[in-house]
């Protein structure tokens, strides 16, 4: 019985990952289109194009409500929510999970901040959703620890191939970076999920690629650069990683206010550098890549 309960929990956390994409990128570009002002006529364009339309103090103004949104909601968040926990920390004690309504108030401001232009990127939203999902169901289900882990980083990955219509990509991730085993059981319901989630979240947002790559000629000089270019990133990453890990966590320590205020300013900031990517028509003159007064009276 205990097993029906895991892989019924699992097939759930599929659908539930396909459902979260669904609803998770929709509102995305509603908010995208709603704030810039195309995509009018139904017609497709990306957001580069779609915010290169939109007048100067138009962008600047949704920026810096991004900004704002992102400074208050995350000072909200610290102020009156209970503390968040990432995946990989639930992974470690899985059976205290995430919270779930600030689970899903942080998914909220992730998806709007994004759908304002704001440099995060969008897959972690609906891993957390799927994962807060999951464990709330899971817990309900009597799981055991070992269940539960397996549950919450199916579901995240779940989460993860809804929205980048990615199923094999997601199964590697879960076994590789969330559960970091090879068991039978972890191949199968990663597999599962990832497929599931997949499946439902084509239904409403179709099968489409989400990134389109330009043609790239393989030739020799290129695979040598990568068999050269690939150990160095990966001690590099290592390395980065065993310093952060022994950096005293007093130095990260900010205070609500100085948090909130951080976030404010480092959205503005991207006003600039967002209006410079979005707003360059085809002028290549150096004197116009960093004038912030110029990009914001573009039309």
């Known amino acids: 019985m205990g097993r029906r309960k895991l892989w019924f929990a699992l097939a759930a956390a599929g659908v539930i990952g396909g459902l979260v994409g669904i609803v998770l990128t929709e509102l995305m570009h509603f908010i995208r289109h709603t704030a810039y002002g195309y995509d009018a006529d139904g017609a497709y364009i990306s957001f580069r194009e779609g915010v290169a339309q939109a007048f100067g ?16 909601g995350w000072w909200l968040l610290k102020r009156f929510g209970k503390p968040q926990i990432e995946i990989k920390a639930a992974l470690k004690q899985p059976l205290q999970g995430l919270p779930f309504l600030t ?44 269940e539960m882990r397996l549950l919450i980083a199916c579901a995240s990955g779940a989460g993860l191939a809804a929205v980048y219509n990615v199923p094999l ?3 590697l991730f ?7 085993v090879w ?3 972890a191949v199968a319901a990663a597999l599962l999920t990832s497929v599931i989630a997949t499946a439902v979240a084509r239904i409403g947002l179709g099968d489409v690629q989400q990134y389109h790559p330009a043609n790239l000629a ?3 000089s290129l695979l040598w650069f990568s ?26 320590t900010i ?12 959205h503005r900031c991207d006003c600039r550098l967002v209006s410079r990517n979005f707003g360059q028509r085809q002028s290549r003159q150096p004197t116009d890549f960093w004038r912030f007064d110029r990009l914001a009276i573009q039309p």
């Open 103 to 146: 689970t899903v108030f942080h998914v909220l401001l992730q998806i709007i901040t994004v759908g304002l232009g704001s440099p995060l990127g969008r897959e972690v939203a609906p891993r957390e959703m799927t994962a807060a999902f999951a464990f709330a169901g899971g817990r309900r289900l009597g799981l055991d620890e070992g």
């Open 183 to 185: 068991t039978q059981q």
């Open 169 to 171: 990509a997601s199964t």
């Open 227 to 252: 068999a050269v270019i690939g150990p160095i990133l990966g001690a590099t990453a290592v390395f980065f990683r065993r310093t952060a890990q022994n950096s005293p966590s007093s130095s990260a």
């Open 174 to 180: 879960i076994l590789e970076a969330m559960l970091g």
């Open 57 to 72: 103090m138009r962008r600047v103004a949704m920026l810096t409500l991004c900004g704002a949104i992102a400074g208050g």
């Open 255 to 266: 205070s609500n206010h100085s948090l909130g205020r951080l976030y404010v300013c480092t």
């Open 218 to 220: 393989v030739n020799t």
